[in-house]
């Protein structure tokens, strides 16, 4: 891959991202509302902070790079978030719990893809930060689902894999460092 296609690539999914951000914001801060317990309340109230973070982090690489937030994408992500806000409201406990956790089990190879484009574009300085926020993400799918999985329909709902141990997000991207052809080949495989 050319680095000017990996740079390209890199800043779309970043502002991407970026927008995602804002939804899961948007949608947590309906999340946290809809919980009574306190243990509960506080889990969500740590995941809010680490994707307010996330969105604060991913806004300054845009910015170092030269580009910006596409305002489609977060007009877009806002009203989705708000939109999942609602549906915390009005859908019960396991809904919001287990969709949350699942959409987190997406956000951890949305910054692993990152991580390898940055790779390939010469922002090096940005993978350390990258792979951090993919193991946050892991930290989140792993909160949501144990939750998620003490009530008694998850038995019932349709299950993701869950991802690999969480150490392998870094063992992963520094195995497919030493081999270049198969860090592309692996990046295919990872975008849907
Ligand atoms: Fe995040
Ligand atoms: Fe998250």
Not at 30 to 35: E, F, M, N, T
Not at 101 to 111: G, M
Request: glycine share 6%; proline share 6%; with cysteine.
């Amino acid at each position: 891959m050319d680095r000017a296609t990996a740079r390209a690539e890199l800043l779309r999914g970043l502002q991407l991202a970026h927008a995602g951000e804002l939804g899961a914001i948007r949608a947590y801060l309906g999340h946290r509302l809809a919980v009574k317990r306190p243990a509960e309340r506080n889990a969500i109230t740590e995941i809010l902070k680490d994707e307010i973070r996330h969105r604060r982090c991913v806004g300054r690489m845009l910015a170092e790079a030269g580009a910006a937030p596409d305002p489609r994408a977060e007009k877009k992500l806002d009203r989705v978030g708000r939109l999942i806000a609602c549906v915390c409201r009005i859908g019960g406990w396991f809904i919001p719990m287990y969709g949350a956790a699942r959409l987190e089990n997406d956000n951890i190879v949305e910054y692993e893809i990152a991580a390898r484009l940055a790779w390939f574009a010469g922002f090096e300085a940005w993978i350390p930060e990258l792979l951090e926020m993919a193991e946050v993400e892991w930290d989140h799918e792993q909160t949501l689902r144990t939750l998620a999985a003490r009530h008694w329909l998850w038995k019932l709902a349709p299950k993701w894999t869950p991802p690999p141990p969480r150490a392998s997000i870094r063992e992963q991207f520094d195995n497919w460092t030493r081999d270049p052809v198969a860090v592309e080949r692996q990046r295919f495989r990872l975008v849907r």
